[in-house]
């Protein structure tokens, strides 16, 4: 079945760690992107990228780094300069015009 | 600057009580609205595109109009498994191809 996946469901940070969450797509999808979802709130753009090889900042962009090496995945690093990580994060494709959604990652610094 | 609205925060029905969702947009140039779905703790499942005003599309219990300011979802007869967040959102010249999503209205239907 075509679709986004997002990996881990559930992660768990400490203090001054990065880590990595992962998104692929087998939609053959040019677009990608990455959003945080806080509670009461709408998505809001961290990074993009349009194709291989090229990503732009978002509107949330400080703190965290992404890649695109491949078509079918770009992964978000959360870093520790990010000071407010804990989040639920939504990885999406889109070739035209909607874009279709991955099952998001929680994420909880402890 | 794209802004999105959506009015009510929260709506609560009883089974079988339409009402409408509203989701206003101030954009330069609004190359598409969507409309979402979202469960708690999942991902926004992708519901209607309109493009331009007074189009018009429909989905079993729920129907999308446009028009050059707002966007309605309206909800028929709803049921107990209506009840989601629904997320509205646009693409607009500003921005190409990324989406400036609203914050979302969360709807419950009760039995």
């Known amino acids: 079945d075509g679709g986004i996946t997002q990996s881990p469901k559930y992660l768990f940070r400490k203090e001054g760690q990065n880590v990595t969450l992962s998104c692929e797509q087998n939609?053959?999808?040019?677009?990608m992107y990455w959003y945080r979802q806080d509670p009461g709130q709408g998505l809001r753009l961290i990074y993009y990228?349009?194709?291989?090889?090229?990503?732009q900042k978002g509107d949330i962009a400080e703190g965290y780094s992404v890649s695109r090496e491949k078509k079918e995945s770009f992964p978000l690093t959360v870093t520790s300069a990010q000071k407010n990580p804990t989040a639920f994060y939504l990885c999406a494709s889109s070739i035209a015009a909607e874009a279709f959604f991955g099952q998001g990652t929680r994420l909880t610094v402890v | 600057e794209d802004q999105v609205t959506q009015s009510p925060e929260a709506l609560r029905l009883q089974e079988g009580e339409s009402s409408s969702l509203n989701c206003s947009y101030t954009v330069s140039g609004l190359r598409g609205l969507f409309w979402y779905r979202q469960d708690p703790g999942k991902g926004p499942e992708f519901l209607f595109t309109l493009y331009s005003a007074g189009e018009e599309k429909e989905k079993e219990r729920l129907k999308a109009t446009l028009t050059k300011k707002e966007s309605f979802l309206h909800i028929t007869a709803p049921k107990p498994e209506d009840s989601a967040t629904y997320l509205c959102a646009v693409q607009s010249d500003n921005y190409g191809q990324n989406f400036v999503f609203g914050p979302g209205t969360r709807l419950s239907v009760l039995p």
């Open positions: 990228s349009q194709i291989v090889n090229d990503f």
């Open positions: 939609l053959n999808h040019d677009a």
